[in-house]
């Protein structure tokens, strides 16, 4: 596709469950990144992946948060045993490289509400 | 360390008016700086970039913004504001280290432009 793309676009579940939540970003970008916006808050970085490098898993919160790209293109960020403070919109990115002056392109996110 | 600062949670200004949207930054070595403009339900789109030259630097939908080094500040304007500009924008900085992956975002600045 022309952008990134996010599903679903909204997830509600209960405490306890675990979540997937996938990213197809665009074709050729080697770049791929997970944020975390939480209401009335600024983007908080969770991993990063550039190529078949190892991920960047500095921003992940705790040991219950987990992102995974196969084959060099589409991730998932799973959340095992879902908590209400994981209630947030989760952004992902991706750019023709990582690092440098290059921006990131985003979707449009996954609303995800922990009841 | 990286940070960016917007120390304007909200802007109003008048349809036709010019408008700013304010922006300093924290960074070791030398800063790439971008904007971005958030939309309801929508994700972030890119709107400018300084990565270095001209210290003002044009972008989409008429915006601009100026790069001060000594005042380590990257202020978003426009000279005329439309109502279509309400949004929420993010300004964000990244080093030219190598190894410099991240992105650090402000918490956002919401523009509403009063017909």
């Known amino acids: 596709g022309a952008g990134v793309s996010q599903s679903p676009s909204n997830k509600v579940t209960e405490k306890g469950k675990d979540v997937e939540l996938r990213c197809d970003p665009i074709?050729?970008?080697?770049?791929l990144y997970w944020y975390r916006q939480s209401l009335g808050q600024g983007l908080e970085f969770l991993i990063y992946?550039?190529?078949?490098?190892?991920?960047?898993k500095s921003g992940l919160p705790s040991d219950r948060f987990s992102a995974e790209r196969t084959g060099g293109s589409v991730s998932t960020l799973t959340i095992q045993r879902t908590q209400q403070e994981d209630s947030a919109v989760y952004l992902c990115?991706?750019?023709?490289f990582g690092g440098g002056n290059q921006p990131q392109h985003f979707g449009d996110g996954t609303r995800l509400s922990i009841l | 360390a990286q940070s960016v600062a917007q120390p304007e949670d909200q802007v109003n200004v008048a349809e036709g008016n010019p408008l700013t949207v304010k922006c300093t930054y924290s960074?070791?070595?030398?800063?790439?700086l971008f904007w971005y403009v958030q939309y309801p339900n929508r994700g972030l789109q890119f709107l400018l970039k300084?990565?270095?030259?001209?210290?003002l630097v044009k972008g989409s939908y008429g915006f601009e913004a100026e790069f001060n080094k000594s005042q380590t500040s990257f202020h978003l304007k426009k000279p005329s504001a439309l109502v279509s500009d309400s949004a929420l924008y993010f300004c964000?900085?990244?080093?030219?280290?190598?190894?410099?992956?991240?992105?650090?975002f402000g918490t956002g600045t919401r523009l509403t432009v009063i017909p």
């Open positions: 964000a900085v990244r080093s030219d280290q190598t190894g410099a992956n991240n992105l650090f």
């Open positions: 300084y990565i270095t030259g001209d210290n």
């Open positions: 074709s050729g970008h080697t770049a």
């Open positions: 992946f550039q190529g078949n490098s190892a991920p960047d």
């Open positions: 960074v070791s070595g030398n800063p790439y």
């Open positions: 990115a991706s750019s023709s």
